[in-house]
């Protein structure tokens, strides 16, 4: 079984919290750990689906999921825009395996981490509220 735990969202601080989200990234568990776009952010000209970071404590994550799918901030880093628009449509960046990355990927990512440092970004587990089979429960859930 596969599901969602996780959100990360990038957007602006504010007084209450996070407001003016630009992109909510979706992490997906199973035998290993995925990032998507959730729906209703994804843009047209996105050249990623998804992307399987090198492991589940991998302190790239976020950046690498950054880069992948919120190519607008990175525009002024160095061969980024290059390096994105080589992607095909609905690439699939799968870093444990090192299927699908580009090449520069690595020299870029150090780059971009700059750029990746200015952003806000927030994140919240996913923790059922209601509605769901106690079978599919844990310990402390609701």
Not at 3 to 20: L, R
Not at 105 to 133: C, K, N, S
Request: hydrophobic share 40%; net charge negative; proline share 7%.
């Amino acid at each position: 079984m596969a599901g969602f735990d996780k959100c990360v969202f990038f957007g602006h601080a504010g007084y209450d919290g996070i407001n003016g989200i630009e992109l909510e990234l979706w992490r997906g568990v199973s035998s290993r750990m995925w990032f998507e776009v959730a729906r209703g952010f994804k843009r047209r000209g996105q050249r990623v689906d998804v992307i399987v970071p090198k492991g589940p404590n991998d302190p790239d994550m976020i950046l690498d999921a950054a880069m992948a799918f919120y190519p607008q901030v990175f525009e002024d880093v160095p061969g980024y825009t290059r390096m994105y628009e080589s992607l095909e449509p609905r690439s699939y960046l799968d870093f444990d395996l090192d299927e699908g990355v580009p090449a520069d990927w690595a020299a870029i990512r150090e780059l971009a981490r700059p750029v990746f440092r200015q952003l806000t970004i927030y994140e919240a587990d996913m923790r059922p509220l209601q509605g769901v089979h106690p079978v599919y429960l844990k310990r402390g859930d609701v």
